[in-house]
């Protein structure tokens, strides 16, 4: 913990800390996380591309990290930022300590700053771009200008499409179900699989798939860009959409697949990523958010029943409320800015969620929507 590392923000904000994880530099759209735990789903999860990531929670890397909390095949953050890395990783499921897992996967990070300015800076000023400089990167007179140059050398979000970066380059099938304690991941391709899923893939989380497949889905899991003919050629009974990282807008080969599945009666059912697509595909439009939502505590309110649940969050563009055609309806709203989390179609059996229902890491309040979908497979049947 002798190595220095510095963040530099477009702005000029400068904070010198600590370098854990890889030396070298690293930059992307500065973001922060209020969770308090989960912090191996997080670094896991492929929305979180080309972001670095800071985590209000003060003590990060306490329970070390393990093979088993894995949302995706790699780390996708592109550098974490926290207040204070503990110097024992104590947990009987610890594998591995959060330093060396992340040198392991040349991922820098910087700690010993604090994570309280930062946030208060993101949350006035919007997300920024930034930059991590660690080790011998961040030594020498002029390792500050150098941080700040690659800080605004980085492009921004705004009509970035990363979701077929971040894709499978092949279709594969998922048979795994959810965790147990003692037990692992379930095997559940021996039990029954009455209906046929077709996920996209923009960036799709572990557990997304291990909740459908738990609830009797056989799951096929296609590239992002894949035509909608080779999916309806599948035959499935239903279609879902799953999160990604980066604007939507770009995306026109997933709009485009998107549209002409929502032509059939085919049930949809998009989550993050795959929300603001359905919502573009119906004729909605999407904005850039001041900072986004990220964290596992947000309020978001059913507006058929009133319900409010807490919610796990990770989006940096929105789905415009304003911009709603006749053919979509909002079915839930954040409690926290009054930004659109839920819409259906009026016309086809379809509907999303701006949240990530799957709860990794988060709470379960949303989980009945993956029931939802299965009924609406159903229903069609």
Known sequence: MNRPAILALEDGSVFHGSAIGADGQTSGEVVFNTAMTGYQEILTDPSYARQIVTLTYPHIGNTGVNAEDVESDRIYVAGLVIRDLPLLASNFRSEQTLDAYLKSQNILG???????????ILRDKGAQNGAILAGADAEGDDAVERA?????DFPGLKGMDLAKEVSCKATYEWSQGEWALGAGYADAAAGEHPYHVVAYDYGVKYNILRMLAERGCRLTVVPAQTPASEVLAMNPDGVFLANGP?????????????????????PVFGICLGHQLLALASGARTVKMNHGHHGANHPVQDLDTGHVMITSQNHGFAADETSLPPTLRATHRSLFDGTLQGIERTDRPAFSFQGHPEASPGPRDVSPLFDRFVRMMQERR
């Open 110 to 120: 910087i700690a010993d700053i604090d994570t309280r300015r930062l946030t208060r």
């Open 148 to 152: 700040l140059a690659v800080a605004r």
């Open 246 to 266: 980066g604007d939507p807008e770009p995306c026109d080969y997933a709009i485009t697949a998107i549209r002409e599945i929502l032509e059939t009666d085919l």
